[in-house]
C-alpha cells in the first residue's frame, strides 16, 4: 500500500461534455480526493479505516505544504484501485469541491467546503479552457480516475492546480 496526501473529502464534480460543451455536475458520495506526490496525480479513494504506521517524509512534507500543518498520527487509510482493462474518457473536469473535516489538522482549510476550477492559480474568477482540464475516465470495473492530458499542470500546494 502506498501513502499519499489526503486533500479532503470529495463532495462532487463540475464535468463538460468536449463534443456538447454541456456542463453537468457529479455527486461523489463517500469519496476522498488524495495525491500521490511521487507521480504528481490527484486519486479518487474509498476510506478504509486508520492507521498508526509513520508516514514517508515525502507526504509528511505534501500535507505541510497544502495543510500549513503537520499530519495528525493515526493516518487514514484509503483504498485507490489501479485501473483494469481499458479506460475510456467520459468528460473534462471543470472543477471539483471537496470539504477538510476536522480529522484533518489543516487550519486554513477545516471546516470548510471548498470549489477549485483546474486551471484557477488563486487569483479571483477566470475563464479556464479545456486544455488545462483532466479527463474523468472509466475503466472496465467502473472505477473513476483523474487523468492528466497534455497541457494539464498538477501542482498541490497551497492552492490546488491544474
Not at 123 to 131: I, P, R, S
Not at 136 to 159: E, H, P, Q
Request: with cysteine; aromatic share 8%; proline share 8%.
Amino acid at each position: 500500500m502506498k501513502a499519499i496526501l489526503g486533500v479532503g473529502r470529495l463532495l462532487g464534480l463540475t464535468l463538460v461534455d468536449p463534443t456538447s460543451g454541456k456542463i453537468s455536475k457529479r455527486r461523489t458520495p463517500g469519496t476522498w480526493l488524495g495525491w500521490d506526490p511521487r507521480t504528481r496525480q490527484f486519486l479518487l479513494c474509498k476510506p478504509r479505516g486508520r492507521s498508526s504506521a509513520k508516514l514517508p517524509p515525502h507526504v509528511v512534507r505534501a500535507h505541510q505544504r497544502f495543510h500549513a500543518h503537520a499530519p495528525a498520527a493515526g493516518a487514514k487509510l484509503v483504498e485507490a484501485p489501479s485501473p483494469v482493462g481499458t479506460c475510456r474518457q467520459i468528460a473534462l473536469i471543470k472543477g471539483l469541491d471537496y470539504f477538510v473535516p476536522k480529522q484533518v489538522v489543516s487550519p486554513d482549510k477545516n471546516p470548510y467546503g471548498w470549489t477549485h476550477a483546474f486551471g484557477d492559480v488563486g487569483h479571483k474568477g477566470g475563464t479556464y479552457t479545456a486544455k488545462v482540464m483532466p479527463a474523468l475516465v472509466r475503466d472496465s470495473k467502473g472505477n473513476l480516475f483523474i487523468k492528466r492530458r497534455k497541457g494539464n499542470i498538477f501542482t498541490v500546494d497551497t492552492w490546488l492546480r491544474g
